[in-house]
Each structure stands twice: as structure tokens, then as C-alpha cells.
């Protein structure tokens, strides 16, 4: 399989490189429709795990580093050799790998004195795990999807309603990831997420 016959990854997403592409698992893939039809049934897969999990423990069974690697390789073990595995090398998004586990430990532990003393309303801390963990990039690929769905679940594990991402397929070329990109940018930049929030949410 060539990168060429995978086709580009939409704007804003870690590419997908020979690297990444030689852990493919299965061997009927031959372009990017394929490569979402099979990723989307193992998130399928994955959902009915992750729902039970963030119900019956809550908060700190979601904001958790172990619970961040069980979740990207449940989402993607079907389809990814390298599901659940860190990102080892440098890349456009992320910095240094060897950072990656104080960094997302840092954030999980920093989300939970959020929650812990009510500093950032439901929606807003939720947006800023996203983002925090989008910054981190712990993985290879598949970044987004396991960081929106991270927010997800905290919301679920609050009882709250999950985002609607703006009610867009986040992994295709139009006018709802394009909006969704300048809020999250906007949001790691200057630390303001009411964007990010108002996407996420509308």
C-alpha cells in the first residue's frame, strides 16, 4: 500500500506517513474511503466500552493517563498496530516525544483540580482537555478523534450532554472543519476556548 493510494489527510491533521501506514492491519484498504469505513466501525466498536466506563468511574477513571492509552487503542486496535502506542518522533503538531507522558499526567492532573474546585464551567473544561491534549499529540495519528471523544466523556462522566461538534464530520474538507480549526488554533493560542466552546456545543 502507498501513501498515494491512501490519498491527504484534511488540513490541520498529522498526516499519515509511510511509518504510520506499514502498522495498517487490514489488507482490503486501498484509499481514504476505505480507511475511514474501517476506522469509524472500530470506534463503533470501541463506544458502548468507553460510555460504561466514564459512567461507572467518573471523572478521575476518565482524566486518567492509563485510561488515555486503553481508549486510543480500543478506538483503533482493529485497524492501527501502532493503536495506543506514543508517538516516538518529532512532528508538525506536539513536541518532543519523550515530554509526552509528564505532559499528559500534567494535564490530567491539572483537569482534576479543575473539576475538584469547580474553576471552569462543564463545557469550558472539557474544550481545554481537548485542546491540551491536541497540543500534546501522544500519538502517532488519530489525535483528534481520541481527544474529541476524551472531552466526550468527561461530559458523560458528569452527566452532562456530549458536544455536537458543531454537528460536522471533522474528518472531511468543508466549511465545519474549517470552523472548527480557527476555534481550536484560536483556543491553544491565546487560551481563550469560548470559541472552541460555542463550535463545540452548537
Request: hydrophobic content about 40%.
Amino acid at each position: 500500500m502507498s501513501l498515494r493510494h491512501i490519498g491527504p489527510e484534511p488540513s490541520g491533521t498529522m498526516p499519515i506517513d509511510y511509518e504510520d501506514l506499514v502498522g495498517l492491519i487490514p489488507d482490503f484498504v486501498a484509499n481514504r474511503e476505505d480507511l475511514n469505513t474501517v476506522e469509524f466501525e472500530n470506534i463503533a466498536k470501541a463506544l458502548p466500552w468507553a460510555y460504561e466506563r466514564a459512567r461507572r468511574d467518573g471523572p478521575e477513571g476518565v482524566l486518567y493517563y492509563g485510561f488515555m492509552l486503553d481508549l486510543h487503542r480500543n478506538m483503533f486496535g482493529d485497524v492501527w498496530r501502532w493503536a495506543g502506542t506514543l508517538r516516538q518522533r518529532l512532528a508538525d503538531i506536539g513536541g518532543d516525544p519523550t515530554q509526552i507522558v509528564m505532559q499528559s499526567q500534567s494535564l490530567f492532573g491539572d483537569a482534576l483540580l479543575w473539576h475538584g474546585e469547580s474553576l471552569f464551567r462543564a463545557d469550558e473544561l472539557a474544550a481545554r482537555v481537548h485542546g491540551r491534549l491536541v497540543s500534546i499529540h501522544p500519538f502517532p495519528n488519530r489525535n483528534g478523534r481520541l481527544t474529541r471523544l476524551m472531552a466526550d466523556l468527561y461530559l458523560i462522566a458528569i452527566g452532562s450532554p456530549t458536544f455536537t461538534w458543531g454537528e460536522s464530520r471533522l474528518d472531511e474538507v468543508d466549511a465545519g472543519r474549517a470552523a472548527y480549526i480557527r476555534a481550536l488554533v484560536l483556543a491553544i493560542g491565546t487560551d481563550d476556548y469560548s470559541e472552541l466552546v460555542r463550535f463545540a456545543r452548537g
